[in-house]
T-cell receptor, first 115, second 113 residues
Framework: EAGVAQSPRYKIIEKRQSVAFWCNPI?????LYWYQQILGQGPKLLIQ????????DSQLPKDRFSAERLKGVDSTLKIQPAKLEDSAVYLC?????????????FGSGTRLTVV | GQQLNQSPQSMFIQEGEDVSMNCTSS?????WLWYKQDPGEGPVLLIA?????ELTSNGRLTAQFGITRKDSFLNISASIPSDVGIYFC?????????????FGKGTLLTVNP
């Protein structure tokens, strides 16, 4: 079974620029999550999708962050405009059901550096 | 919001030693999870605990779900160099059909061969 694919692996941008990350979940996984992991901290949930609908985006900074999951498969996370404090690893995860312990697989992440 | 206090922040041990790390919370969780993250990779689930008081093993790993449901610990016995990485505890809470994972800040483990 292929894992969760994320691209790019690394991205360096200047503050106030825009950036987008892409995630392809495991085939058949209905639930998709985006996490932000700042250096030295654990992952923090940004948004959770069930198929193509948003289940939880309470911690997504909606003034600059947006995410979509068209057709309920791939997802993109966008930041516009980026700030220095957005430097982090952005992890995508997917699961068959919205219950993490039954198969919650993370991708390798995209490391964003904002300068 | 919910916070998990994970300790220690880092550990440096000799190969063959046992290591213990723990996690406490001000909130009750229904499930406790322990993940390991290698450099440049996403976290990988090691152990899941579903019942208060539950003690679960996975090879050299042993974890327990505290009776109060506000804490958990992870033990690694006879450490080996490949145990190096960051270990995260995570608590699972639910609200209706929505489930949310809250992660601790991690314990960085270094094993000296």
């Amino acid at each position: 079974e292929a894992g969760v694919a994320q691209s790019p692996r690394y991205k360096i941008i200047e503050k106030r620029q825009s950036v987008a990350f892409w995630c392809n979940p495991i085939s058949g996984h209905a639930t998709l999550y985006w996490y932000q992991q700042i250096l030295g901290q654990g992952p923090k949930l940004l948004i959770q999708f069930q198929n193509n609908g948003v289940v939880d985006d309470s911690q997504l900074p909606k003034d600059r962050f947006s995410a979509e999951r068209l057709k309920g498969v791939d997802s993109t996370l966008k930041i516009q405009p980026a700030k220095l404090e957005d430097s982090a690893v952005y992890l995508c995860a997917s699961s068959l059901e919205p219950v993490p312990p039954t198969g919650y697989t993370f991708g390798s992440g995209t490391r964003l550096t904002v300068v | 919001g919910q916070q998990l206090n994970q300790s220690p922040q880092s550990m440096f041990i000799q190969e063959g030693e046992d290591v213990s790390m723990n996690c406490t919370s001000s909130s009750i969780f229904n499930t406790w999870l322990w993940y390991k993250q290698d450099p440049g990779e996403g976290p990988v689930l090691l152990i899941a605990l579903y019942k208060a008081g539950e003690l679960t093993s996975n090879g050299r790993l042993t974890a327990q779900f505290g009776i109060t449901r506000k804490d958990s610990f992870l033990n690694i016995s006879a450490s080996i160099p490949s145990d190096v990485g960051i270990y995260f505890c995570a608590g699972l809470s639910s609200g209706g059909s929505n489930y949310k994972l809250t992660f601790g800040k991690g314990t960085l483990l270094t094993v000296n061969p």
